[in-house]
């Protein structure tokens, strides 16, 4: 990839939607998938995205009274720093360079400094095809020891396709990229399934080296409740893919060990907070966008219940007629399509320490998330103009976003500092 730098430098205190509606939001989401079911006939995701001929000027701030209106003061530059191909996710490199996905499935290392992009070899092949292709990088606790790194894809096989998870060791060679060695396939989604929407296939290490899945229900309802498979489940696994003690369901099958709570959608986010407790958001059918936190053994209601319906029109019963499913702990009616997720720690912002930066598609946003133990609310929201796919946390405090582009087209690498 040719070096690529700067561009664009603009204001983006952007202005602030807290507690505006999103009212231009259309249904909800994930880009450019066809519809699998004619019960939910409307893509998820099938947003607006910027097109190529959107500058600077049409991403910038609107004006000086909305930027002073922020919730915590706060404001910030957005610069872009490299240009990827429908990039999905990246982490961080202990010497700080940056692993990026694209859903192509290209597993690339970005030199900040440099301002170089190389490849690492080895990523199996993965079906590229609407939602679906390479997901989620992931280093090990232990990287700095044992170099090992996880990635999530879709692959083929007997049914239709799913999401996959390998490990590999990741050995970087002298010219700036690199190649995984030793991978190993230590998951898969059961059954596969026709379509391509809805794997999910977010990774997180939690700090006793579990290894958490979101397994996402491929947009066919039913599976969420069904306990004969993995589909709409959070799955929690050993480091190397085997069932560790302690999950809810050991004593029902094989496949059910694995899971820890169900009746889940599609979750395209999760992060841990300081004292340990799980938070993943969920894209809501038409309405209904959730922020849950993660309980052992729940049933979050999908398709039972959620606050929003389906998109033949078809009503779903709201979360409060049916208590016995854990409701969200936020609800977003209109949609974020919310995808990527930190609780913010670092220096550069320290109003912000403790708040989760959830990344929008369809809003096009960052929303700045508060939390109050068990309880969180949105706090504010950043109007970016950009497809948000992926939120990271640098080394040195800056927030970086991956914007998604569009099928084909490029994506672009963010940095958020303080203005
Ligand atoms: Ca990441
Ligand atoms: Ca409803």
Redesign the pocket.
């Known amino acids: 990839m040719v070096p690529f730098r700067h561009s664009l430098i603009f204001l983006a205190t952007l202005g602030l939607l807290t507690a505006c509606d999103n009212s231009s939001n259309p249904g909800n989401q994930e880009q450019l998938s066809a519809p699998t079911s004619a019960v939910e006939a409307a893509p998820e995701e099938a947003a607006p995205v910027a097109t190529d001929t959107e500058t600077a000027e049409t991403m910038a701030a609107p004006d000086q009274d909305e930027m002073e209106t922020t919730d915590s003061g706060s404001s910030f530059s957005m610069t872009e720093i490299a240009q990827f191909e429908s990039p999905w996710?990246?982490?961080f490199l202990p010497d700080g360079r940056l692993l990026v996905t694209e859903m192509a499935g290209n597993l690339r290392l970005h030199d900040l400094g440099a301002g170089e992009t190389e490849s690492i070899e080895g990523v199996p092949d993965v079906v590229h095809a609407g939602q679906g292709g390479l997901g989620?990088?992931?280093l090990h606790p232990q990287f700095a020891s044992n170099q090992q790194i996880y990635i999530s894809y879709v692959e083929a096989g007997d049914g239709g396709s799913g999401a996959a998870v390998a490990r590999a060791r990741l050995v970087l060679d002298e010219n700036g990229g690199g190649s995984l060695e030793d991978l190993e396939v230590i998951w898969r989604q059961t059954p596969k399934m026709s379509g391509d929407g809805h794997f999910g296939h977010r990774l997180a290490f939690d700090d006793e080296g579990m290894l958490w899945i979101s397994s996402s229900e491929r947009q066919e309802f039913d599976p969420a409740q069904d306990m004969t498979g993995n589909l709409g489940k959070m799955v929690r696994l050993n480091d190397d893919g085997s069932v560790p003690e302690g999950n809810p369901f050991t004593d029902q099958s094989e496949v059910a060990a694995q899971v820890w709570s169900l009746g889940h959608r599609n979750i395209l986010g999760m992060v841990f907070d300081a004292e340990g407790r799980l938070w993943a958001h969920e894209m809501g059918p038409k309405g209904g966008d959730e922020l849950n936190l993660i309980e052992k053994g729940a049933n979050y209601g999908y398709p039972i219940v959620s606050n929003g319906e389906h998109y033949d029109g078809r009503p779903i019963p709201d979360h409060d007629t049916r208590p016995e499913f854990e409701a969200p702990v936020i609800s977003w009616t209109p949609v974020i399509s919310p995808a990527?997720f930190i609780i913010y720690d670092g220096e550069l912002f320290p109003e912000w320490q403790g708040s989760g930066f959830i990344g929008g598609l369809s809003s096009q946003s960052l929303v700045r998330v508060e939390f109050d133990g068990e309880s969180a609310r949105e706090a504010e929201r950043f109007d970016l103009q950009q497809r948000v796919r992926?939120?990271?946390q640098g080394p040195d405090g800056a927030i970086w976003l991956l914007e998604d582009g569009k099928r084909g087209g490029n994506g672009s690498l963010l940095k958020l500092t303080p203005q």
Request: aromatic letters at 0%; charged letters at 30%.
């Open positions: 996710a990246m982490t989620d990088v992931l990527g992926e939120v990271e």
